[in-house]
Structure formats: C-alpha cells, structure tokens
C-alpha cells in the first residue's frame, strides 16, 4: 500500500514538473503542433557557411539570415541574426532539428536588437556520426484571417 501512494506521488510530480517546464518555455499549445504552416525556404545553393542566406516570402518580405561564427560549431553558442523588412517584427520563435538523425528539438528566439534586425543564441548538441543536415523553422506572427506562413533555412554541422 505503502508503495503504491508513493509511486502516485512521484508520478504526479513528474507530470507537474513536466507541465511547468512547458509553461515557463512560453510556447504556446498550438506552437508544439502546428501543422498547417505554408513555409517559405531559401535557395537550395545557399550555404549559411559562406554568408547569409535570403527568402523572400508572396507578400515581398525579405528574410535573410546569417549564423555566427560562420564554421557553425557544435557545442558552442551560435548567434542567429535575422534582418528583415517585415514591419514591425519584435520578437520571432523558432524551433531547430536534424533530418537526419534525431537529435531533439531545439528552441530559439529571435528578438528585435534594432529596426529590421533579430537575434538569438542558441547551443546545438554534437553527435559522433556527423555531418548533421539541420532545418531551422520560424512561423511568422498570424494574419487575422488564420493562415499561417514560415520561413525555414537549411545548414550543415561536421558533426
């Protein structure tokens, strides 16, 4: 008997715990599972390494995208700076993960440091296969119709 209320208590802590690590994320519900996003994608030839990387979304707006430093490392802090025409664009959530191998979910905010100009940080976790592909998804504020639009950029990590 004994152990069975112990075994409720710490499972109804996990949920708890569980349930306040997604509160203080300040991710909404719909964010997690959001599917119906029309995503807007750079050039395929682009390569973040090299320099920045732009989309231009239906509606004219530009995204261009630069990482820092450029070499992309693992395990180390990178710097997203997203300059942008879209008006009045404050902060932009993201979320980052491999294609090709699961290597979890990664958040990222974007928040505005000058007119036109986003950045964040975030650490990407190292694997000893390599040559990770990864996707770096934004959804953009929604329209009051409902119609929800993205942008997504692509890179590589040596390992």
């Not at 820092?68 to 710097?79: F, G, R």
């Not at 300059?83 to 979910?105: C, D, H, Q």
């Not at 592909?133 to 953009?140: A, M, S």
């Amino acid at each position: 008997m004994r152990k069975n209320i112990s075994s409720s208590i710490l499972k109804i802590i996990a949920l708890l715990l569980i349930l306040f690590i997604f509160l203080l994320s300040k991710v909404s519900f719909t964010d997690w599972f959001s599917k119906d996003v029309s995503f807007f994608s750079q050039n395929q030839s682009c390569d973040l390494h090299d320099g920045p990387c732009e989309i231009k979304d239906d509606e004219g707006r530009s995204f261009l995208l630069e990482i820092s430093p450029k070499s992309i490392p693992l395990m180390e802090p990178l710097t997203f700076t997203l300059r942008t025409n879209y008006p009045n664009l404050e902060m932009l959530k993201g979320k980052i993960y491999a294609t090709n191998m699961n290597m979890g979910v990664h958040l990222i905010t974007l928040k505005s440091v000058k007119d036109g100009i986003l950045e964040g940080e975030v650490v990407l976790p190292t694997c000893v296969v390599g040559n990770m592909k990864w996707r770096c998804e934004f959804v953009l504020p929604s329209k009051k119709d409902g119609e929800k639009k993205g942008i997504v950029f692509m890179f590589k990590t040596d390992r």
